[in-house]
């Protein structure tokens, strides 16, 4: 097939190299020259430009841009692509970009690959970024399947775990598991670095190994996708929080109350359960 990206950072030069792996042409399109020429370098593309008509004659397109840019962009694609064309996003959100794109464009998939990395931009783009990753598509009643099929065609010779959902189930799951830690992870190094002694500070910055790293890695991402992640997401958010903040409060009253064999019975049920989601 003849695939477009629209939106050449992280995910969409992954996307680039994987499907371009599969023998697929790949045409790409970036706000900047200087990201599609490292593109067509990186070998994430075969032709990349700035202007979204090289979209014109292309089966299926992938949204690759942030969040806050999904909509519009599809708006600014619509004159120069057929009717025929397949266009799907890849935003960490998803009720209100289906909600708002699916009167606009009938072919339009709502899609989210769970897979990325601390980095950001073209040069971060990897081959296999996605195998053995979850990739969620929310397709709702008035998506034609063949618009559907066409996404999966392209996306199962990745190697990913293909999922199907609504959109405000999907919202209200990856608050849990994508976006609450990335909210949490944030406020521990923010936690960290209120140390007043500097001393102390110094020592714990040269003393994080593997536990830090894990537990900081999200926090430690892409501030704008952070942004849009509870710009978007607000109320499940705020609600994952809410229910957070309770958990964190009960730890802290056993470990006030010094209830050891509590504590030890809530420890041990996390570890019993995180088995469950990884």
């Known amino acids: 097939m003849k695939v477009g990206i629209v939106g050449l950072g992280l995910i969409?030069?992954?996307?680039?190299?994987?499907l371009r792996s599969q023998g697929h042409t790949v045409l790409g399109v970036s706000r900047k020259a200087r990201t599609c020429e490292l593109a067509i370098a990186r070998g994430a593309v075969?032709?990349?430009?700035s202007d979204l008509a090289l979209m014109a004659d292309v089966d299926a397109i992938f949204v690759c841009t942030p969040i806050v840019h999904i909509l519009t962009t599809v708006q600014q694609l619509i004159p120069h692509i057929s009717l025929d064309t397949v266009v799907?996003?890849?935003?960490?959100?998803?009720?209100?970009?289906v909600k708002d794109l699916s009167p606009i464009w009938k072919n339009f998939v709502g899609g989210h690959p769970m897979a990325g990395t601390a980095e950001s931009g073209i040069e971060a783009a990897l081959h296999g970024l996605f195998a053995g990753n979850p990739y969620v598509l929310t397709p709702t009643d008035v998506t034609p399947k063949s618009a559907v099929e066409r996404i999966e065609t392209l996306l199962r010779p990745l190697q990913v775990k293909l999922f199907h959902c609504q959109p405000e189930e999907h919202d209200r799951a990856v608050?849990?598991?994508s976006h609450l830690p990335v909210m949490t992870s944030a406020s521990l190094i923010s936690a960290c670095l209120s140390e007043s002694d500097q001393a102390v500070?110094?020592?714990?910055?040269?003393?994080?190994?593997?536990g830090f790293r894990d537990t900081s890695r999200v926090g430690g991402g892409n501030p704008e996708l952070g942004v849009m992640m509870a710009r978007f997401n607000k109320s499940e958010v705020l609600r994952s929080l809410s229910v957070y903040r309770d958990r964190l409060d009960q730890i802290t009253q056993l470990i006030e109350q010094e209830k050891w064999e509590e504590l030890q019975a809530e420890l041990e049920k996390t570890q019993a359960a995180r088995s469950d989601f990884l």
């Open 175 to 177: 608050a849990w598991i």
């Open 46 to 49: 075969d032709e990349a430009d």
């Open 88 to 97: 799907t996003d890849v935003g960490s959100v998803k009720a209100s970009i």
């Open 12 to 18: 969409g030069g992954s996307l680039g190299l994987d």
């Open 201 to 210: 500070l110094n020592l714990a910055k040269m003393l994080a190994s593997s």
